[in-house]
């Protein structure tokens, strides 16, 4: 694959780690963990092997599916250990995880920051999406993913027209693209 790469002139800048309520960092339910973390360790494995130097992870919005585990305070310390049990692998592979804001309540951009403060990790930093950024900066006249997320955890939204300002020390790649905003 390496060399198809390099034979069409081609080489990655960046990857993006399996993603969706089994595969986020957030996955309450104990006897999948070990899969998911798993999933991520051969991620940053392929960066390396492709030397790729960051790797977008999403942390995860919850879900319905949960059941009782979608709570924000549950779901958050999964990421907590997930991130801490990631970190060494990311380390031997000199590959940055790129932790990427979306629009819930687990992953705005205060529980971001909050990860980079914890772990003090040269291989922790932001992907800015600003599409998603977007998607939390203003209420709309119609129900937007936001809303919805938010009221999965009987939460009002909070919406957050700052999300690149407060981000933006920390950040090391983007993923940027437009949804009308």
Known sequence: YRKDMADAGLTFNDAHAPFGVWDDLDLP???????????????????????VRTCTIHIGNGDLAFGE???????WECVRRSLEELLPVAEKYNVVICIENIWSPVNTPE?????????????LGICY???HANISTCKRDVENNAERQWAKF????????KILEKLQPHIVNCHLHDNHG
């Not at 991520?40 to 092997?49: A, R, T, V």
Request: charged share 30%; proline share 4%.
């Open 29 to 51: 339910i104990e006897e999948l963990r070990p899969l998911m973390l798993n999933r991520h360790k051969l991620s940053l494995q392929i960066c390396d092997l492709l030397d």
């Open 69 to 75: 585990l979608n709570k924000v305070d549950i779901l």
């Open 111 to 123: 529980r971001l920051l909050a990860l980079i403060d914890a772990f003090k990790s040269p291989y």
């Open 129 to 131: 999406d600003s599409g």
């Open 154 to 161: 009987g939460l009002k939204t909070v919406w957050d027209d």
